[in-house]
């Protein structure tokens, strides 16, 4: 199995802040890489798949780059509704998400 | 609209069986691989397992494989989850998951359901 190893595990952050969650994998997954929000008792939502698209509707402040075995996702302005947990997902072999990042408010 | 909404969880004791359903609606459920995730109380997210298309490939993972049978029905536009074995450890909020595929075991899952809760007590 490909270990999804995601920090931080929680972060705090003000409204307009830069916010940064990298997720590294145990071996090269070139840019098979997702990203996902679950608010709080809801399904997930998929806001970046392959690493570096935009899922249509998702805001423009929602980003993530990288390939091979290091991924970052970015939210360049914190906003209130931002306020989730965000996982990190392979799909390179069988697939796998990282253990997630709770992200709140300061 | 895509929609898929779950059904069929609930108690069951130890050693006990479950089935969950998944009913498809809003796009050409024949066409795309199907899959179903669990999120244990308070934790993360784990694929349990995945079905392509047309059925011909199916996975899952360890810690189900053996107890656990992923099935569809293309002409019903569902999905299913026969949960045999049932251990306290299974007990988890299952969402089934449409993958941006037709192939098994992959994918970007772009659309889930609302989830449906199992829970394995004495």
């Known amino acids: 199995d490909i270990q999804m190893t995601q920090s931080p595990s929680s972060l705090s952050a003000s409204v307009g802040d830069r916010v940064t969650i990298t997720c590294q994998a145990s071996?090269?997954?070139?840019?098979?890489l997702n990203w996902y929000q679950q608010k709080p008792g809801k399904a997930p939502k998929l806001l970046i798949y392959?690493?570096?698209n935009l899922e249509t509707g998702v805001p423009s402040r929602f980003s993530g780059s990288g390939s091979g075995t290091d991924f970052t996702f970015t939210i360049s302005s914190l906003q209130p509704e931002d306020i989730a947990t965000y996982y990190c997902?392979?799909?390179?072999?069988?697939?796998?998400f990282g253990q997630g990042t709770r992200l709140e408010i300061k | 609209e895509v929609q898929l909404v779950e059904s069929g969880g609930g108690l069951v004791k130890p050693g006990g069986s479950l089935r969950l359903s998944c009913a498809a609606s809003?796009?050409?459920?024949?066409?795309?691989?199907m899959n179903w995730v669990r999120q244990a109380p308070g934790k993360g997210l784990e694929w349990v397992s995945s079905?392509?298309?047309?059925?011909?490939?199916?996975y899952y993972a360890d810690s189900v494989k053996g107890r656990f049978t992923i099935s569809r029905d293309n002409a019903k536009n569902s999905l299913y989850l026969q949960m045999n074995s049932l251990r306290a450890e299974d007990t988890a909020v299952y969402y089934c998951?449409?993958?941006?595929?037709?192939?098994?075991?992959?994918?970007?899952?772009?659309?889930w359901g609302q989830g449906t809760l199992v829970t394995v007590s004495s």
């Open positions: 998951a449409r993958a941006r595929i037709a192939v098994a075991g992959t994918g970007v899952f772009d659309y």
């Open positions: 809003g796009f050409t459920f024949s066409s795309y691989s």
């Open positions: 997902q392979q799909y390179d072999n069988l697939p796998t």
């Open positions: 079905i392509s298309s047309s059925s011909s490939y199916i």
């Open positions: 392959d690493a570096s």
């Open positions: 071996q090269d997954i070139s840019n098979y």
